[in-house]
C-alpha cells in the first residue's frame, strides 16, 4: 500500500523559515494537500493542489513538489504557527486517501 | 459559509456499535463526497473510507472495510458513520470532512470523541 513519510518534528525560532517534507511514491502522479491541526482543533487546509493556497490562508504559507518529495515552506514564522501538520493524498489508484504521518511543528 | 456539525460524545462498551451523524449546510449535499477520519489521542489522522452522497457508493480503507458502514440521507443532508465490534483502540475523535472544487477534504466538522471502555 501507498505511504507519506513526513518527519516527526521540526523546530525553528520566531520569523526562521520552516520547512516540512513529505514523501511517497504517489507523489509524482497524484496531487498533494497540507493540513494544520491545533491541539483540540479540526484540521485546516493550508496548501492545495501542491502549491496553491486557500483564501484565507496567509501568505507565509507555501507548497512546492519535487519528483517524490512536496514540501511545506512557513516563511517568517510566528508563534501561532506551532501545531501539527499533515500532508494528504491519494494512492497510485486514485482510489484511497492516505496521510503522512504528521509532523509537530515547534516555535522556540 | 459550508458547515459540518457532527453528533456528541459517546461512551461505550466493547463489542458494541456506536453511529455517529455529520449534518452539513451551506452547499448542496450531494456535490462532494463525504470522507470519515479518525484520530487516536496522540497519534495522526487515519482515513476511513467516504460516500458519494449522490448515489450512496461508498470506497472504504482496507483496515476498516466489514467493520465501518458508511450511508448518507440526501432528505437530511446528514451522513452517518456506524463503526461495529468496538475495541478500546477504537477510542479516537471521529471527524467527517467533505470537499470544495479545490479538495476533497476542504471543509472539516469539530470531531465526535468516542471512547470504548468496560
Known amino acids: 500500500s501507498s505511504e507519506l513519510t513526513q518527519p516527526p518534528s521540526v523546530s525553528v525560532s520566531p520569523g526562521q523559515t520552516a520547512r516540512i517534507t513529505c514523501s511517497g511514491d504517489t507523489m509524482p502522479k497524484q496531487y498533494a494537500y497540507w493540513f494544520q491541526q491545533k491541539p483540540g482543533q479540526a484540521p485546516v487546509l493550508v496548501i492545495y493542489?501542491?502549491?496553491q493556497r486557500p483564501s484565507g490562508i496567509p501568505e507565509r504559507f507555501s507548497g512546492s513538489s519535487s519528483g517524490t518529495t512536496v514540501t511545506l515552506t512557513i516563511s517568517g514564522v510566528q508563534a501561532e504557527d506551532e501545531a501539527d501538520y499533515y500532508c494528504?493524498?491519494?494512492?497510485?489508484?486514485?482510489?484511497?486517501?492516505?496521510f503522512g504521518g504528521g509532523t509537530k511543528l515547534t516555535v522556540l | 459559509e459550508v458547515q459540518l456539525v457532527q453528533s456528541g460524545a459517546e461512551v461505550k462498551k466493547p463489542g458494541t456499535t456506536v453511529k455517529i451523524s455529520c449534518k452539513v449546510s451551506?452547499?448542496?449535499?450531494?456535490?462532494?463526497?463525504m470522507h470519515w477520519v479518525r484520530q487516536a489521542p496522540g497519534k495522526g489522522l487515519e482515513w476511513m473510507g467516504l460516500i458519494d452522497p449522490e448515489d450512496g457508493e461508498t470506497v472504504y480503507a482496507e483496515k476498516f472495510q466489514g467493520g465501518v458502514t458508511i450511508t448518507a440521507d440526501t432528505s437530511a443532508d446528514t451522513t452517518y458513520m456506524e463503526l461495529s465490534s468496538l475495541r478500546s483502540d477504537d477510542t479516537a475523535v471521529y471527524y467527517c470532512?467533505?470537499?470544495?472544487?479545490?479538495?476533497?477534504?476542504?471543509?472539516w466538522g469539530q470531531g465526535t470523541l468516542v471512547t470504548v471502555s468496560s
Open positions: 493542489k501542491d502549491t
Open positions: 451551506g452547499y448542496t449535499f450531494s456535490d462532494h463526497f
Open positions: 494528504q493524498s491519494t494512492d497510485t489508484t486514485v482510489t484511497y486517501v492516505i
Open positions: 470532512a467533505t470537499g470544495s472544487p479545490v479538495a476533497s477534504t476542504a471543509y
